[in-house]
């Protein structure tokens, strides 16, 4: 679409917590306006209401000024009250042609039927333990070179911080951030503290004297 201009009015992007819904749509508003002007980011979780809304509207009828579409990004999108999304309906019925609408949801179950069946669903998935892995290696890598403070770390201690954020990237850096905070040594020892978990020779041992 990127590369053909045949762009769509309205997007949902669904997917689990932490999965890059809303980066995504960051980086693909970015590019539909070739780097031009900002996409309008609006928190549905606080903005629900019918009022809220009908602003909404009314901006998304103003031409922009600083790039070819005019792009809103609706972040827990799901949290829109059944009248707002009544209200939305006719706008992603009938479209301004520069107007975009990129939404975001972690429970597609709780949009309207007749708001799915106007807008083109992409659907993220939980990113892999090895890809996880990977980018936290990479994060790790960079702040090693750019911090006047050395930084250590262990394979062990990032494979553990991989499994227990269950596929979500975003849980993953948080969760690295609170155990460098602790120590500049990312060691089994230092997540297993900062988190409250055990090691697995602790459940080793326990296992065993319950035999």
Known sequence: QIKTKTFQHGYLFTGPSGTGKTTSARIFANMINDGKG??????????SG???VRQ???DAKRKPLDAEYKIFIVDE???LSDSSWQALLKTLEEPPKFTIFIFCTTNPEKIPATILSRVQRYNFQKISNEGIVDRLNMILETESKESDIPISWSTDAVKYISKVSS???RDAITLMDKCLSLSNNLSLKYVLQAIGGEDYSTFITFLSALE
């Open 77 to 79: 999108c799901h949290s």
């Open 56 to 58: 909404i509207i009314e």
């Open 38 to 47: 900002n996409p309008i980011e609006v928190d549905a979780a606080s903005n």
């Open 167 to 169: 596929g979500g990237m």
């Open 50 to 52: 019918v009022d809220n």
